[in-house]
């Protein structure tokens, strides 16, 4: 895990949240699969592994806690399934956008993590007088995999 269990604990407090155990295991399920953008049923699944009392409507209410905290990050992949990540603001690479190569064939996503949409951000900024504080950029396409399945 890149997120040590204190550091969890420690954020969680800083943000007036009780650390319960449910809060912690949702926080290290989604720091352990940084790479994955999870459904709450994924990450329900894997919490029970280890937890089998747990309950689905217990991880959607966590969720939705640590989303309104700022601990976690939802995204829409335009597939009707929300999903979501360790929050940008916590991650241990600091504050950095980051955003989804998504295959039109496959449907398998990919995080693409260089920005160069700071400029833009600072033009629209001086331009408009309007304080861009987030963005999230989407593009569609073919994966390496599809394409060189296309090509045989």
């Known amino acids: ?4 269990q204190e550091k969890f604990r420690q954020m969680l407090k800083e943000k007036g949240l009780k650390v319960t155990n449910q809060r ?3 926080l290290e399920v989604l720091a352990c699969h940084k790479d994955r953008h999870m459904t709450v049923e994924d990450i329900y699944d894997l919490v029970k592994e280890d937890y ?6 217990t991880i959607y209410r966590t969720v939705q806690l640590l989303l309104e905290m700022q601990l976690v990050d939802r995204i829409n992949l335009d597939n009707g399934c929300v999903r979501y990540e360790i929050g940008e603001g916590i991650s241990t690479e600091g504050k950095h956008h980051h955003h989804h190569l ?3 064939t496959c449907g398998k996503v ?4 260089d920005d160069w949409l700071d400029e833009l951000e600072r033009h629209i900024e001086k331009e408009a ?3 861009v504080m987030d963005h999230e950029l989407k593009f569609y396409g073919q ?3 599809c394409l060189k399945k296309t090509e045989k």
């Open 52 to 57: 089998p009392e747990i309950g689905l409507a």
């Open 110 to 113: 990919q995080s693409f993590k």
């Open 129 to 131: 007088g309007f304080h």
């Open 24 to 26: 912690l295991l949702v």
């Open 1 to 4: 895990m890149s997120i040590s």
């Open 143 to 145: 994966c390496e995999e």
């Open 102 to 104: 998504i295959c039109r």
